[in-house]
């Protein structure tokens, strides 16, 4: 069991009307094909067992950031992608709120489902507004929040909702990124090991902090590593850094070792003059970045030692790429981190949406026990920080 929060388990759904909070913002390509419907097959258990109790399902989702209406934002290919994936109608409403969506939800019968259009066509959802929440409730007797991608954000079809709904709970994807989420934080299997990586350590910063006392190994890589390696006295030549964070970044170091975590930082790098796809590459000790050049992805040799590193590890947590993965010549050590944590026989999670790529790329999704669907979502519960969308779906002790 994950901890509080209430499962669509402790509820009875027998044929109500419940409105499903999803995560359809999808990658589309120039034609809004969709490019990757991972957060669609995701949402299908909750909505499966609902139809099969009897429900009708009301779902609704944002997509992309449009201001108003605009119909290259709106959720009918999620629509289409859904039935498919399902073998079943699903019935698209014209709008959010308006005639058409009331209507649609008013006359919906048990085992069908209703599409809202894109939640961001309505001003007031970014703003947590608690008209257009009541409007929305109107439509349906349960809330379920199964989006676990925008339960960082308070807005309005994400915590204001949750004011007007009296049955209100997690679906089953939440309740897995939570429980998860939890299981690192609390009572991990040890050796734990967190790899962290992407550009910069101002973004990861609390999550490190927060992980410090709790993990046996860090692992540092990607462009965040290099305040580490600058504030530990190496000449980075051109790679990034965030020079504002160097005495924090010492911080961590110290405090690493008073902790007795080991910490693992690049020992070599693959550099080159520019970052781009057509630019000569060196492999050099992290000692000997030329003067003017930039480190781009993580060397041989660190891949190698960070192999070792993880080498006894039982859980891996993972976030952030290595390297500038989107170019073919500094992912290397992204795919073979992806290869290695994916071989280990660790509890292995993954979270954010470009370390979910790399694996994705790297052909490994399957063999990672949990790929986390929320990048800021999942950084902050590794935080520690309670997420607005998730605090209303906790069970009141005194209730
Ligand atoms: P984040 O969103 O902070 O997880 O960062 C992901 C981004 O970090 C990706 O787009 C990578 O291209 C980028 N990145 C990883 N390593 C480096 C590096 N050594 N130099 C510059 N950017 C990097």
Redo the contacts with the bound molecule.
């Keep these: 069991m994950s901890s509080d929060i209430i499962s669509i388990k402790d509820i009875d759904l027998a044929n109500k009307k419940v409105f499903i909070r999803c995560d359809f913002n999808v990658p589309q390509d120039d034609f809004l094909n969709i490019t990757d419907d991972r957060r669609i097959r995701s949402v299908i258990p909750t909505i499966r067992y609902c139809l099969d109790n009897g429900c009708s399902v009301i779902l609704a989702s944002h997509l992309g950031r449009p201001k108003e209406f605009n119909s290259k934002y709106s959720l009918e290919p999620a629509a289409k992608r859904l039935a498919r994936l399902m073998s079943k109608e699903v019935i698209m409403a014209k709008d959010v709120v308006g005639e058409d969506a009331k209507r649609k939800a008013l006359n919906l019968k048990a085992g069908e489902i209703l599409m809202l259009e894109n939640l961001r066509f309505e001003k007031g959802e970014t703003k947590n507004d608690e008209n257009l929440a009541k409007e929305l409730a109107s439509m349906a007797e349960i809330y379920i929040n199964d989006a676990f991608g925008v339960c960082h954000r308070a807005h309005a079809s994400v915590e204001a909702i949750t004011k007007f709904f009296k049955i209100k709970c997690a679906g089953f994807l939440l309740q897995k990124e939570i429980s998860f989420a939890n299981n690192l934080i609390k009572h991990p299997t040890r050796p734990f090991v967190a790899v962290v ?4 350590v101002s ?2 910063l609390q999550a490190l902090t927060n992980l410090l006392p709790k993990v046996d190994k860090l692992i540092i ?6 305040t580490f390696l600058k504030a530990l006295g190496y000449d980075i030549g051109n ?2 850094l965030e020079e504002e964070l160097l005495e924090e970044a010492n911080k961590i170091l110290v405090k690493g070792k008073n902790l007795g975590v080991k910490i693992y930082l690049p020992v070599d ?1 693959v550099a080159a003059a520019s ?1 781009s796809s057509d630019a000569v590459v060196k492999f050099v000790p992290s000692q000997e970045i030329p003067s003017g050049w ?4 993580i060397g041989p040799a660190s891949v190698r030692l960070f192999r070792e590193a993880i080498s006894d590890a039982q859980t891996i947590w993972w ?9 073919d010549k ?1 992912s290397k050590g ?1 795919i073979k981190m992806s290869h290695y944590i994916a071989e280990s026989y660790a509890t292995t999670v993954v979270g ?4 979910a790529d790399v694996v994705a790329r790297a052909g490994d999704a399957d063999e990672i026990t949990f790929i986390s669907t929320g ?1 800021g979502a999942s950084l902050e519960l590794i935080e520690g920080k309670e997420l607005p969308g998730v605090k209303p779906l906790r069970m009141k002790v005194n209730e």
């Design positions: 990586g992407g550009s910069k973004g990861k890589g990607g462009g965040m590593a290099f790679s990034l790098v970052c930039m480190g781009l992805d976030n952030g790429p290595m390297g500038v993965f989107e170019i500094f992204s954010g949406g470009d370390t990048g």
